[in-house]
């Protein structure tokens, strides 16, 4: 029994045919006439079939060839052959065998320009209105389309190139052209090869079907814009879907459906004139692309506007490309959703390939035509994450560096970030690149007073200078005058610096302050890095307030005031890495053990001063087997004026705890 059928006429068809034999894989080849055949070497694993079928013949064929279910049907006929195409998928459904479809690959809009026609008929018609000499290279089959539809003066100027096949002079000879007008060769046909029969028969109009990568389309095209002459491009009669000769051969080696090769691409800014090489090659290998619809607008290819896993999977279930593409802007690796998308691809499926190929970043652009470099700067993105919090982070990067590139999300950032350096006392430069690469760039630098005004919308990176950057503290010290106060009780400073050593944080770490009271201890801590998340845990309405007063004033929107009493209020926030308790309202048990349910290694910090919070602590320490444990009493005794004299001014001693669990 055979195993595979392979109906060829194309390039393709023997590319397939040659590996199949390559690797001993016994198919027979059915091609249309006998110049088919003799493009096919004698091989013991290859049986050709010569001759024209409809699609009953087809399915008598099948029968005589003993094709089981297991038999692969692959069509790889020429994409302008819809009939025979038609014709093979009706045989195949009705003898159940299974119908590949192998496609060839290319991006048709190299050809954008030139004008185009939807049958080769109406572009014959639109020939009579020209004058000089026409190149047909459609081949020999629309030669009686041709003359039906062109004058005999048109008829008189063209020239065809045919395969070297007696079928194709005859053809010739039958549709009236001219012996010394007929060019009998066989391809491929180089760009130079064009160029040169363009300019030995004075050509000036060149005729080509959308014919892809193999049917040597883009040498044509490129010839013809080479020698300033127009293609007239008849157009495939659909948008075809199917799969690579590669991932045909992969299916009849391993019995199984060929593995998605999927690739995930940077566009750059989003011109033309910024896509790589390997990108583009990426788009114009692809069975589908995806992507924002502004990245995706040009591209002459089966699209969808989609950029989110949760969008794109399903279609990849539905469609199953072999080789689909998914375009980000700028660099895949610059803050981009490439991360996600992988991560979301790979637990949709172990097997997929996944190749990336980065893009030139907004950044990089812009450093290159503001002659700045970037190997000294700090990079940001404001794009998708412009809160508060991102912006105060954003400002510190300003305060302490000389150059900071920022991703935006849009112009109207601009004015956010003037005002931002204006009230943190930052003076220097800002430069808005607004719709890098494309015919509306725009790059503007202005000082903060002045871009308060910008109004500039579209895509916008810019360039932060700060001529004169602060030195940042290497320990951040929050004051007692730096807080609000009120009547509110607040862990004094000296206390609150050794209850941050004890604590220990580290970058990213999630903080529990339970009673903040003033919220200095979350302020401090806070104020240490951006990257903390501070929770702030307060039940009294006026402590609340005072709180939020603060931190509007230290502009450390990485604190969250959580409004009630703990551990009620845990519910629905993420697990702490540390906790500090200055008051606990009499449930320190509850709390502990609450913590201590839901994660275990968290490292806690706990104030006292009354001997039953002493010996409460002591005795959870215990309970708990507390690991990596500290008691320390800290007296702290102030100076105050009185007069002439300096007075001592004691405080309550207080009892530092620090623990883990």
């Known amino acids: 029994m055979i195993g595979c059928i392979v109906f060829s006429g194309t390039t393709e068809g023997r590319t397939l045919s040659d590996a199949l034999s390559a690797h001993k894989i016994k198919h027979i080849v059915c091609v249309a006439g006998t110049y088919g055949e ?12 010569v001759g024209r079928m409809d699609a009953d013949a087809m399915k008598e064929f099948f029968i005589k060839c003993c094709a089981g279910k297991d038999t692969l049907i ?4 020429h994409p302008y052959a819809a009939e025979v195409t038609a014709n093979i998928k009706t045989a ?3 003898s159940g065998l299974k119908y590949v479809r192998v496609i060839r690959s290319g991006d048709e809009s190299i050809a954008d320009g030139y004008p185009k026609y939807a049958t080769a008929a109406d572009c014959a018609k639109a020939l009579n209105k020209t004058d000089s000499n026409i190149l047909l290279t459609t ?10 539809n062109v004058s005999k003066e048109v008829l008189a100027r063209t020239y065809v190139r045919v395969l070297p096949s007696i079928e194709s002079l005859e053809l010739c000879e039958k549709a009236g052209i001219e012996k010394t007008h007929i060019i009998a060769m066989h391809g491929p046909f180089s760009k130079d090869m064009n160029a040169a029969l363009i300019r030995q028969y004075s050509i000036k109009h060149l005729v080509t079907k ?13 010839a013809a814009r080479e020698e300033g002459i127009t293609a007239h491009i008849i157009e495939r009669p659909s948008v075809e879907e199917g799969i690579s000769v590669d991932a045909a051969l992969s299916m009849m080696l391993t019995g199984t459906d060929p593995v998605m090769n999927l690739t995930i691409a940077g566009l750059g800014m989003g011109s033309e004139g910024g896509l790589t090489l390997d990108a583009r090659m990426a788009i114009k290998d692809s069975d589908v692309v995806f992507g924002a619809e502004r990245l995706i607008e040009g591209i002459n290819k089966k699209k969808y506007p989609l950029y989110l896993a949760k969008d794109i999977i399903p279609v990849l279930e539905s469609e199953k490309p072999l080789r689909p593409v998914i375009l980000y802007s700028g660099d895949v690796s610059f803050y981009s959703g490439t991360k996600k998308m992988i991560a979301a691809l790979r637990e949709w499926r172990e097997d997929i390939n996944i190749r990336v190929l980065p893009g030139i970043s907004s950044v990089s652009y812009i450093s290159s035509k503001l002659g700045v470099s970037y190997d000294d700067a700090i990079l940001f993105s404001l794009h998708g994450h412009d809160s508060n919090e991102d912006l105060a982070k954003l400002t510190d990067l300003i305060k302490y560096n000389s150059k900071v590139f920022t991703l935006l999300s849009g112009g109207k950032d601009i004015p956010k970030i003037a005002e931002a350096m204006i ?24 000082t903060p007073e002045e871009a308060l005004s910008y109004d500039r919308t579209g895509v916008t990176t810019a360039f932060i200078y700060n001529s004169a950057p602060e030195r940042k503290p290497l320990i951040n010290v929050v004051k007692d005058s730096d807080m609000i106060r009120g009547d509110i009780p607040m862990t004094k400073e000296c206390i ?20 903040g009271g003033t919220g200095s201890v979350s302020i401090e801590a806070a104020s240490l890095s951006r990257n903390l998340k501070v929770y702030s845990f307060e039940r009294k309405p006026e402590a609340i307030n005072l709180i939020k007063e603060n931190i509007a004033k230290a502009g450390l929107y990485n604190i969250e005031v959580i409004e009630g009493d703990a551990p009620d209020t ?12 200055g008051g606990s309202d009499g449930k320190l048990s509850q709390i502990i053990k609450t913590l201590s349910e839901r994660k275990k290694g968290i490292r806690y910090v706990i104030n006292a001063v009354s001997l039953e919070t002493f010996e409460e602590v002591k005795r959870l320490m215990k309970e708990y087997d507390a690991t990596e444990d500290d008691i320390v009493q800290i007296s702290v005794t102030g100076v105050r004026k009185a007069g002439g004299h300096h007075l001592m001014n004691a405080q309550n001693p207080v009892w530092i705890f620090s623990f883990t669990i």
């Open 92 to 94: 195949c459904c009705e």
């Open 139 to 148: 081949g020999s089959k629309e030669l009686g389309v041709y003359c039906e």
């Open 210 to 222: 959308e014919s892809g990568v193999s049917g040597g389309f883009e040498e044509k095209i490129l």
């Open 496 to 515: 609150r610096h050794e209850s941050m050593i004890r604590l220990g944080l580290c970058e990213g770490d999630v903080m529990y302050d339970i009673g």
């Open 38 to 49: 003799e493009m096919m070497t004698e091989d013991p694993c290859r049986e050709v079939h």
């Open 570 to 581: 845990f519910e629905g926030l993420p697990a702490p890495d540390r906790v500090f308790i």
């Open 423 to 446: 009230s943190s006392g930052i003076s220097g430069c800002i430069t808005a690149g607004n719709n890098l690469s494309y015919d509306d760039e725009s790059v503007i630098a202005m």
């Open 74 to 77: 692959i069509d790889a006929t």
